[in-house]
């Protein structure tokens, strides 16, 4: 791998600036894929040291996409006249090696961290996490869903307890049921599952892995818990958080379900009906014990804002995050720098770009806000801490964009929207397409729950009309099924691991960039007008948006 030094970060730079002249298009509004590239190369190079919170790699990080805002020529958007709005955190690790066991029919089994089971640092605010021979339960898909008629804890007392649950939905595997289908909700994601655990008082949580449902292997599961775990500051973390959390392999779970005397497929049966009830597994027990540290941090979100003509106090915003997993386990190449090329120096690029494209033209009437998210691998708690904390108000947001992990495969005929029929931000795109003779494309895999993973959701659950578009399918070179083996093989190979690096020989940007214009277009459009978009009726989001309706004219 090339490491740049800083002053090959500024030739880099240097060079950038010469490519854009020789390579700009005559429309100023075009965004340039030699831009982009140099921002992707300079922001995933080792001397950013994976782009970790609270590290070497994070001051690297803030300070040079705030130079890049600058020098794109926005002003500084975060409180006070900074650049940066601080987001207080809390930071945990597990210190040395945790013990951990399964005991079924009196024989102990240990338990390898990051083969057999990945454990996360507790985030209950202790210095120690001890669990001796705690009753397992297996608990379904660990959902409570009044709404629905659905709970998967009817019955049972579980205070003490470690339970077993199933990743995604219950209608992952089965026809349409009450769940809506394929599509995952909110309830399948992990993060529900694990809130819920704490709200039903289990000492701890284990989610049995499967790739299908979990929309990726295990080795993403490995590098995304087995290291430093971060949280916002919380006057009770008891209440969302148990006191252990953490991912099973498959095979360990279904060993461990036969020697008590189940069968895996047969109760994963049962877990998809609202007739399921927990399921105590005998004498199981589950066993950990292991120290933490844990300190408090301050990380930081990078803003930028370009004031609108007539209308500043209104808000069209644009997002992406800028970190990733720092430096962590060496792959098989020795390798410990999870550079995260795709993820996300490209939509930290778009967003420095865009950007760019605002400050050279015409002045919109709205003010328009660039933000690149912190801490977004430990549970999107940047744009989290933003929302709950925002510097600009939401009931007057007037919509906004988030950029995660564009695919540098070449052009395609479509935009994918995640999470398709939300808001009326989809028809002014689709608009916005046809006069380019492209469409939208709905996600193909709503399984994988995509819209609750990435940054806009904080906004969107607080009623902010939120867009969260993603490279198109549709490639004009290899069509459908070359885009599908791209990020099937990415998501193998590179998701969440040292290999996401920045490949000038093979990546082609020129999609990249017309995504990022088309971004760019639609959001002088909505920051030009006094359109307030909405959710559409059914979503949600809807309620919360309608409530405020009365803080805009």
């Not at 690297?60 to 002003?75: D, H, K, N, P, S």
């Not at 955190?89 to 945790?98: A, C, E, K, S």
């Not at 070449?410 to 939300?422: C, E, K, N, S």
Request: hydrophobic share 40%; with cysteine.
């Amino acid at each position: 791998m090339k490491r740049l030094t800083s002053t090959a970060v500024a030739l880099a730079l240097a060079g950038c600036a010469t490519t854009q002249q020789a390579a700009s298009p005559t429309t100023a509004d075009t965004i340039a894929p030699a831009r982009l590239a140099e921002h992707i190369r300079v922001l995933a190079s080792d001397e950013f040291q994976g782009r970790g919170p609270a590290t070497a790699g994070e001051e690297q990080t803030v300070a040079y996409i705030a130079e890049q805002f600058r020098a794109a020529g926005l002003e500084p958007g975060g409180p006070d006249g900074s650049w940066f709005q601080e987001v207080p955190l809390h930071q945990y690790d597990i210190v040395g090696q945790p013990e951990l066991s399964l005991t079924v029919a009196k024989r102990r089994q240990a338990l390898t961290q990051g083969e057999q089971v990945a454990v996360r640092a507790s985030m209950r605010n202790v210095d120690r996490v001890d669990i001796a021979d705690a009753p397992l339960v297996f608990l379904g898909y660990g959902i409570k869903a009044p709404e629905r008629n659905w709970d998967d804890f009817e019955g049972q007392d579980l205070r003490g307890k470690v339970g077993i649950v199933l990743v995604n939905d219950p209608d992952f595997e089965t026809a349409p049921g009450d769940f809506g289908g394929k599509a995952m909700t909110y309830y399948g994601r992990w993060t529900y599952k694990y809130e819920e655990a704490a709200r039903q008082g289990l000492a701890g949580l284990l989610i049995v892995h499967e790739t299908a449902p979990a929309s990726y292997g295990w080795a993403t599961v490995k590098n995304s818990n087995t290291n430093t775990m971060f949280d916002i500051v919380r006057s009770n973390p008891a209440e969302v958080h148990p006191l252990l959390e953490g991912w099973l392999q498959r095979d360990v779970a279904v060993e461990l379900l036969r020697a008590a005397g189940h069968d895996f497929e047969a109760l994963k049966r049962q877990a998809q009906s609202r007739e399921f009830r927990p399921v105590p597994l005998g004498d199981a027990r589950f066993s950990a014990a292991f120290a933490v540290k844990r300190e408090t941090i301050r990380s930081k979100n990078v803003l930028g804002r370009l004031r609108g003509s007539t209308r500043s106090e209104e808000t069209v915003l644009y997002g992406g995050h800028w970190d990733h997993l720092g430096v962590g386990a060496p792959d098989a190449q020795g390798d410990r720098i999870y550079n995260g090329a795709v993820d996300n120096a490209t939509g930290v690029a778009a967003l420095i770009e865009i950007a760019r494209a605002f400050a050279r033209g015409t002045r919109p009437e709205r003010s328009v806000v660039f933000a690149a998210w912190t801490v977004e691998e430990k549970g999107l708690l940047g744009s989290e801490y933003y929302a709950a904390n925002p510097v600009y108000p939401l009931q007057t947001t007037a919509a906004g964009f988030n950029i995660d992990a564009l695919e540098p495969h070449g052009p395609a005929r479509d935009v994918l929207v995640i999470g398709y029929g939300q808001s009326e931000l989809e028809g002014r795109l689709e608009r916005l397409l046809a006069a380019g003779g492209r469409v939208v494309a709905r996600d193909a895999h709503p399984e994988a729950g995509y819209f609750f993973r990435s940054d806009h959701f904080p906004m969107a659950k607080r009623g902010v009309p939120m867009l969260y578009v993603d490279s198109g399918m549709d490639l004009l070179s290899g069509g459908t099924a070359a885009a599908e083996a791209a990020s099937a093989a990415y998501r193998k190979d590179r998701y969440h691991q040292p290999a996401d690096e920045f490949d000038a020989a093979t990546w082609n940007l020129e999609g990249m960039a017309q995504d990022a214009t088309v971004l760019y277009r639609l959001g002088l459009e909505l920051a030009s007008s006094r359109d307030w978009p909405n959710y559409h009726p059914g979503s949600e989001f809807r309620p919360v948006r309608d409530a405020s309706a009365s803080s805009r004219q």
